[in-house]
């Protein structure tokens, strides 16, 4: 499991990745109780994803499975396994943290780039087909307003947002 | 005083150092210096005609300061101070040097350096020991006695073991009856026989053998003349010198005398019942009891907080022997002695903060504690294990591990024993019934003593499950009331939800509830994690700061039966060494006040990590201190927090300390800028010597000053080196953590933090003074150490001083 690279191993080169990032600072304390795994909502129902699995495995240091898989994008952040967790591991933020590492690597899931094009294109967080702009005076809705996008813009590209646009652009 | 006349003495052994020093170099260098009368070279000078030569010397009167340049520092210093007493010389007008590990290896490569660093070395040792005086050695004398603060098996043992050493031994139990846990606990691991005999240890004394039997079970305990037991009883004020602690003790009425026949009459008529917490609340007493049978002692007991009294009296009518005294009333005892062994033990975690897990919601989950008063035959049922919530018999049981140990929101800490009494409730309630289904939930399964693997062997042939996983909840099934434990397998990565008819939680082990009150009566302190601080973990594991004063059993931290054992015996053993000679002896290298010089600051006072200094009145209508000899331990931390250098350590003058200083600078012979590196006589110095002894090489610029501890420096001692020629100083002490004098290398770093700023002021590039930590071992880390500070100085170009007017 373990190589070197550049003197360090690659499980201990990822989880320094890792933990040199905002919300991923506590993962090395995990020793695997489990507890996590059975305080999440999303493990219970499908097996494509487990918080101590993809800790372990991050610490094994499987960079490539942990970030190539759809697993990190399934935790709805609740944040239950973060608050049960007997060794204070943030676990909902380290999973943050792969995923932005993952975005940085050019994994993103098709809807997170969708969203992004939605709220960068439209400002709007869905986007909005014909069919529902034809719907809403019928249930008594009023026309939608212009959404101020351009201003939007400009935040989106102050916080580096424009860079997951331009990951969506580029392939 | 008479003329100061010098003797040095400088040993080669095997003519191994003059190989590299040029000793007559350094013989007509003495002979020049002013104060020495008398030198003489030869192999070794702590044993044999060497020693000969300085008893001689000192007997014909030719001289009456020693100067030894010796190898095997502590040894032959002992040996030289041992003769100097007896051929009638005060020891303390010593000084010594080791030249091989100071100055030979490490320089061997620069001989004429090493000869020139050699003279400094010489020179500062003369220079010093000039300035040195007499000291006495003091006696304090203590009394013969003993108080064992905590009736459990780490008292009990303890005091069973000095009382029979002779001592009068009184021991004090907050709780009505001996026994502490270990009376709870049912059976005992590893051996699973009945901790109810835990109440009595055996005493060796012959005289009251004939009354007990080899099973310690009645042996006696309460029967042991010198033995005095204060039951119901807290000690509420602690004072006094060590070796003479004056102990206040409440003691609450018991309401029942030594008449009691233990005939139960009286809680037949006791109209008042109430949950039995000693029995986990699973059954109920009445008001007037006796919480197991063959309890020590054997006389019944009220509950205060519940009896009727004069209202209802039942009890003192039905008496047959008139032992029921509703007016006894509480009692404040003084008692005067010499020693204090500390053994309050450990309690379980209260597990209802963690809420998920609804301890004292659902009344089946229970801890192990509470299991074992079930599993016991003399518990409330009788040995049966049942559901509380409807007292049937429970059949699927889950154990849940680690329910707030190795929890960093509660006790960080592996609680050391829980696995093993989990393992142990598993096993006997499944030899008792072979048909219940038993699982434990654990985190890692940690059988680390002697017999302990075998339980989990054990355990996995009957049948146990063992799931690797913590449960993240405890929830009920509300039609059936059933528990419902859910749980990752984390080695099958399948989510069980587990049924139970009980749940057994394992808590964490926390510290006594008086556990932090009794360590501010006593004045000693705790460990980050709230149990008692040891002096030394790893070797003076039952010693505490203050002397007298011992630390036992699970005070310190949780301990299984065997381990508390060993402890109390051995915390008997220290108690008996300082009772025994009925004196501390100790040397007067402590603090003194100049009393004409003292203000009211308390600084000192609170500085002290011994609690020697007091401020005491005087006519002027202010404060002077004052310093208990027998409590200074001879830091100095006071001398370097004086902000009127009203203080002094007897040993380590300010002129003494001057003078050495002025010497070592005094000659260089080196073309490198001249180092002072003032080093603590703990790790500090050694870390100097153990880089000698490894031959580790560094420039022999680097000149070493040993002081008591690095807490005694005052920043214009920095000042003064630098005037007395060094260009940069070096301040090596211990590390943060591991000061032998509590908190002195801390205030070094503050210090030198402090006077860089300073030095920055007066235009000195602060870079020349640095602080260093190592420990004995890290001699390559004081080489290092000198030779960066050796560069950097280099860089850094020679010091200018500003000539003061």
Not at chain 1, 1 to 16: C, L, Q, V, W
Not at chain 2, 398 to 406: A, I, L, P
Not at chain 2, 590 to 609: H, K, L, M, Q, S
């Amino acid at each position: 499991m373990e190589h070197e690279e550049g003197g360090k191993t690659i499980s201990s080169a990822f989880s320094d990745a890792i933990t040199s990032r905002l919300g991923g600072e506590t993962i090395t304390l995990c020793y695997q109780c489990g507890t996590c795994a059975s305080s999440c909502p999303v493990a219970k129902i499908t097996p494509r994803f487990n918080p101590r699995e993809v800790i372990r495995l991050s610490l094994l240091g499987a960079k490539e499975e942990v970030l190539s898989s759809d697993s990190i994008w399934l935790c709805c952040s609740c944040y239950n396994c973060q608050e049960r967790c007997p060794q204070k591991i943030e676990i909902a933020d380290v999973i943050y943290a792969l995923r932005n590492i993952a975005f940085e690597k050019g994994y993103i899931p098709d809807i997170y780039s969708q969203f992004a094009s939605a709220i960068s294109n439209d400002g709007r967080i869905a986007k909005v087909s014909q069919f529902m702009e034809n719907k809403r005076p019928t249930l008594g809705l009023p026309p939608l307003q212009p959404t101020g996008v351009e201003a939007l813009r400009k935040i989106l590209s102050a916080t580096g947002f424009g860079k997951l646009k331009q990951k969506e652009e580029s392939p | 005083m008479s003329e100061v006349k010098v003797g040095v003495f400088l040993s080669d052994p095997g003519r191994q150092l003059s190989e590299i020093l040029d000793f007559s170099a350094l013989a007509n260098y003495l002979k020049n210096v002013s104060g020495v009368v008398f030198v003489a070279r030869g192999s070794e000078f702590w044993r044999g005609k060497g020693l000969k030569t300085i008893v001689d010397a000192i007997e014909s009167g030719k001289i009456n300061r020693v100067v030894v340049a010796e190898t095997l520092p502590k040894l032959s210093e002992v040996k030289i101070a041992q003769a100097m007493e007896d051929a009638g010389l005060n020891s303390y007008l010593m000084e010594f040097i080791d030249l091989k590990d100071h100055c030979v290896w490490p320089h061997r490569e620069t001989p004429s350096e090493a000869t020139e660093k050699a003279k400094a070395m010489l020179l500062g040792a003369i220079e010093r020991a000039k300035l040195l005086e007499p000291l006495e050695k003091l006696e304090f004398s203590t009394l013969k006695s003993a108080l064992v603060i905590g009736g459990g098996i780490a008292g009990m043992q303890t005091a069973v073991d000095l009382a029979d050493l002779g001592f009068e031994v009184n021991i004090v139990e907050k709780e009505p009856f001996l026994g502490g846990l270990a009376a709870r606990a049912g059976r005992f691991f590893p051996t699973d026989d009945c901790a109810i005999c835990i109440q009595s240890p055996a005493s060796d004394v012959k005289t009251i053998t004939h009354t007990s039997r080899k099973c310690v079970y009645r042996s006696g305990f309460t029967e042991i003349p010198n033995l005095n037991i204060l039951t119901n009883s807290k000690v509420t004020a602690v004072e006094g010198p060590p070796g003479n602690y004056k102990v206040t003790i409440e003691k609450k009425p018991r309401y029942v005398n030594d008449k009691c026949v233990q005939c139960d009459k009286c809680t037949t008529v006791c109209p008042v019942e109430v949950p039995d917490e000693h029995n986990a609340k699973l059954k109920t007493r009445k008001a007037i009891y006796m919480n197991i049978p063959n309890v020590h002692p054997p006389i019944y007991v009220i509950d205060e907080s519940v009896c009727k009294f004069h209202e209802c009296a039942k009890c003192v009518e039905i008496c047959p022997t008139k032992a029921v005294e509703l007016n006894q009333k509480s009692k404040q005892i003084t008692l005067n002695v010499g020693s204090i062994v500390v053994a309050i033990g450990f309690e379980e975690f209260d597990s209802s903060v963690i809420k998920e897990y609804h301890y004292g919601d659902y009344s089946d989950v229970i801890t192990n504690l509470e299991l074992a008063r079930m599993i016991d035959g003399f518990g409330p049922t009788g040995g049966v294990i049942i559901r509380p919530s409807d007292g049937k018999p429970a059949k699927k049981i889950v154990f849940m591990q680690c329910v707030g140990s190795r929890d960093r929101r509660y006790k960080p800490y592996c609680s050391n024993i829980c696995c093993m009494i989990s393992l142990k409730h598993a096993t006997l309630i499944k030899s008792t019934y072979p048909e219940a289904d038993v699982t434990i939930c654990y985190i890692d399964i940690r059988t680390t003593g002697r017999e302990h693997e075998y339980y989990y062997e054990k355990a996995r042939e009957m049948g146990i499950k063992f799931v690797k996983g913590r449960p993240t909840e405890i929830s009920q099934n509300p039609e059936t009331n059933k528990l419902i434990v859910d749980v990752e397998d984390a080695l099958l990565h399948r989510f069980l939800e587990i049924d139970a008819d009980l749940v057994v939680l394992a808590p964490a082990m926390v510290p006594a509830k008086d556990t932090k009150e009794l360590a501010e009566i006593l004045g000693i302190e705790l460990e980050e994690d709230g149990f008692f601080k040891e002096y030394n973990a790893k070797l003076r594991p039952t010693e505490t700061k203050l002397k007298g004063v011992y630390l036992c059993g699970g005070a310190t931290f949780p301990k299984d039966a065997p381990t508390t054992s060993l402890h109390a015996h051995s915390a008997a053993m220290k108690a008996a060494k300082f009772l025994t000679t009925g004196k501390i002896v100790k040397d007067q290298k402590t603090a003194v006040i100049n009393e004409e010089y003292c203000g009211d600051c308390e600084f000192c006072p609170v500085t002290c990590p011994y609690g020697a200094i007091s401020l005491v009145p005087t006519t002027e209508d202010h404060f002077v201190a004052k310093i208990s000899d027998l409590l200074c331990e001879g830091c100095g931390i006071c001398v370097g927090t004086c902000p009127l250098n009203a203080i002094e350590l007897r040993h380590s003058r300010p002129n003494q300390m001057l003078a050495q200083m002025k010497a070592l600078m005094s000659v260089n012979g080196t073309s490198k800028p001249l180092v002072l590196a003032i080093c603590c006589s703990e790790c500090g110095h050694t870390s100097v010597d153990s880089s000698g002894m490894a031959m580790m090489q560094y420039p022999a610029n680097v000149r070493v000053m040993k002081v008591p501890c690095t807490g005694i420096l005052q920043i214009h001692q920095f000042l003064e080196a630098f005037k007395a020629g060094a260009h940069g100083v070096m301040v090596v002490g211990c590390k943060s953590n591991g000061c032998h004098y509590e908190v002195g290398v801390q205030k070094a770093e503050k210090k030198v933090e402090l006077a860089k700023a300073l030095l920055k002021e007066y235009g000195i590039e602060p870079e020349r003074l640095e602080m260093f930590n190592m420990v004995f071992i890290e001699g390559d880390k004081f080489a290092e150490a000198a030779q960066m500070m050796t560069e950097r100085l280099e860089k850094l170009g020679s010091l200018q001083l500003m000539e003061s007017s």
